[in-house]
């Protein structure tokens, strides 16, 4: 049962990394397009999987309606260090990825917000024993490629479609196989796009 729940996580996975290769078809070459979505799933990993351990901590003390992706930035500020030494990085509520997301289309400035998003989650852990872990962690993600179009317009609708199709991904339950969806997603998109580059 397990093995069948398992495979069918996968085959929707493959679904939808299709649907947004598809979707991109033209806009960003397939081997940069690998480093895209691996970076869009993590950093759409890290965000729930961050506001899901805080929303945790409120429900079990009690506050059953709390929803750390609806606080204010000032008053989400309280748990950065205790985050930090837990979880070895902090992102704030309006840096995480269903908001960002949820705001995508209408921000003309899309790519310098993810930038500052990436670089703020980096230096989060500066000084901390995760920093070595999370220096350059979204290198390869470049926000401002020229691979994503040749305008910043261009460049922020090829991100609006990116993070669309992120968010329709079905990651199946982050505390047992999340982890999972990231080897079987790196798998699928080698075979996608190492023979046509040539690459191995």
Known sequence: MTDMKKEQERNELHRAIWAIADDLRGSVDGWDFKSYVLGMMFYRFISENLTNYINELEHSSGNASFDY??????????????????????????ELFCNVQTKAEN????????????????????????????????????????????????RNKSLVRLLNGI?????????????????DAYEYLMGMYASNAGKS
């Open 107 to 154: 921000d003309e400035n899309l790519n310098m917000t993810l930038d500052k998003i990436f670089k703020n989650i980096e230096e989060s852990a500066q000084g901390t024993i995760s920093e070595a872990n999370f220096s350059g962690l979204f290198d390869d993600l470049d926000v401002n490629s020229n691979k994503l179009g040749g305008t910043v317009a261009k």
């Open 167 to 183: 968010k329709s991904m079905k990651l199946g339950d982050y505390q047992s196989n999340s982890i999972d969806a990231f080897g």
């Open 69 to 94: 992706a609806k606080m204010s930035d000032e008053e989400a500020e309280f748990a950065r260090s205790e985050m930090v030494n837990t979880k070895g990085f902090f992102i704030l509520p309006s």
